[in-house]
Nanobody, 117 residues
Framework: QVQLVESGGGLVQAGGSLRLSCAAS????????MGWYRQAPGKQRELVVI???????TYADSVKGRFTISRDNAKNTVYLQMNSLKPEDTAVYYC???????????WGQGTQVTVSS
C-alpha cells in the first residue's frame, strides 16, 4: 500500500502562484510514477502532470510553461509549482502514485485550489 498526503492548496488571485506538496509513505519502492490530476466541478478528472522514476515528465497542454513538477527523493515528496494561475485552473487537485502493487493506483485526499479573477 501507498499513502499520499497533500498540502498547499488555497485561494489565490489570477496571475498568482501556489505550490502543492504530496508526501508518500508505505511501499515507496513499488511506485513507478507520481503525478497530479485535477477535477473541476461538473468535469471529469484530468491529468495535470506525471513524472516517472527516470524523471521523464508529461504535462497537459493547458499547463505547459506555467506548472512545474519536482521531487525530493530523500523526503519521498513531489511538488507542483503553479505559476500564472488562471480561473480555469480552479479544481480539486489530487496526487497520484502508480504502483506495481494492487490496486496499482493510489490517490491522495485532494486539495482545493481556487483562482479568483
Amino acid at each position: 500500500q501507498v499513502q499520499l498526503v497533500e498540502s498547499g492548496g488555497g485561494l489565490v488571485q489570477a496571475g498568482g502562484s501556489l505550490r502543492l506538496s504530496c508526501a508518500a509513505s508505505g511501499s515507496i519502492g513499488s511506485i513507478t510514477a507520481m503525478g497530479w490530476y485535477r477535477q473541476a466541478p461538473g468535469k471529469q478528472r484530468e491529468l495535470v502532470v506525471i513524472i516517472n522514476r527516470s524523471g521523464m515528465t508529461t504535462y497537459a497542454d493547458s499547463v505547459k510553461g506555467r506548472f512545474t513538477i519536482s521531487r525530493d527523493n530523500a523526503k519521498n515528496t513531489v511538488y507542483l509549482q503553479m505559476n500564472s494561475l488562471k480561473p480555469e485552473d480552479t479544481a480539486v487537485y489530487y496526487c497520484n502514485a502508480a504502483s506495481r502493487l494492487a490496486p496499482y493506483n493510489f490517490w491522495g485526499q485532494g486539495t482545493q485550489v481556487t483562482v479568483s479573477s
